[in-house]
């Protein structure tokens, strides 16, 4: 895409320490990603990474001095809540390390990626996302090599079948590539924090999908605690001051 485009390659060596740090954060981030599927269902998998913007929201704080008002925090305390009661089913006592080894893991999975985009914004600012997203995967490929390339993986890709090849072509294309660009772009035109309330709609998307194409169950308590963490996500991002300011236009008009 890069090629096809006519970026300019030139590297910017101030950045590339930058994108190698993207790198190993983004091959740990789909690591634990993958590992925690293993062990949990696609549909809490979706409620969980709703949490993201949450994570955001902390590290924005931390990093670039956002503000976290009293509704961010409470909206914060709110997704929180809504994210043990997933995990634990309403029962809190059944919560441990071993048994939700795979929600923990889906946990970590977003935080990583709150802390990808946290970072990702920094580079951005320096270097053109559709470049950054071109050395990210070749560094993120350097990486992984030594792990992968063996004569079990090799004789694995050997005997793919049709339907093998399409999956990885979609998620190489389509949720790595061209989401990877788009999320950089989004981040170099808006604040982190806006960026991440467009995650409110992931786990509904990965919830019908789950029901659709795996035939998971979706229990009411597994809606509800997914509504919850929605609507704490949602308090975490809203702009108090910007909606009186509309407010107030609209009554000037």
Not at 238 to 250: C, D, E, G, R, T
Request: hydrophobic share 55%; net charge positive; aromatic share 12%.
């Amino acid at each position: 895409m890069a090629v096809y485009t006519k970026r300019d390659f030139s590297v910017n060596l101030k950045s590339h320490g930058g994108i190698l740090i993207l790198a190993l954060i983004a091959v740990f981030h789909l690591w634990i990603q993958v590992t925690g599927l293993q062990y949990t269902t696609a549909a809490k998998t979706g409620w969980i990474i709703g949490m993201t913007p949450v994570f955001m929201a902390l590290l924005g704080l931390a990093v670039f001095k956002e503000s976290l008002t009293l509704i961010k925090t409470s909206g914060i305390l709110v997704a929180f809540f809504g994210l043990i009661l997933l995990i634990s089913h309403g029962d809190l006592s059944s919560i441990d390390l071993i048994s939700n080894k795979g929600d923990f893991l889906i946990l970590g999975s977003s935080f990583t990626w709150a802390v990808y985009s946290i970072v990702n914004k920094k580079i951005s600012l320096n270097y053109p996302p559709m470049m950054t997203i071109l050395f990210l995967f070749l560094m993120m490929g350097i990486i992984i090599s030594p792990f992968t390339i063996n004569d079990a993986s090799i004789q694995s890709v050997i005997h793919l079948t049709f339907k093998g090849w399409i999956a990885i072509l979609f998620l190489g294309i389509l949720c790595s590539g061209a989401a990877y660009v788009m999320w950089a772009q989004a981040l170099k035109e808006m604040e982190s924090t806006k960026v991440g309330a467009f995650l409110y709609f992931e786990p509904f998307v990965t919830v019908i999908a789950a029901r659709i194409v795996l035939n998971e169950r979706i229990t009411l308590l597994m809606i509800l605690a997914g509504i919850i963490i929605t609507l704490g996500v949602v308090l975490v991002n809203v702009n108090l001051k910007k909606i009186v300011l509309y407010k107030k236009s609209k009554k000037d008009m």
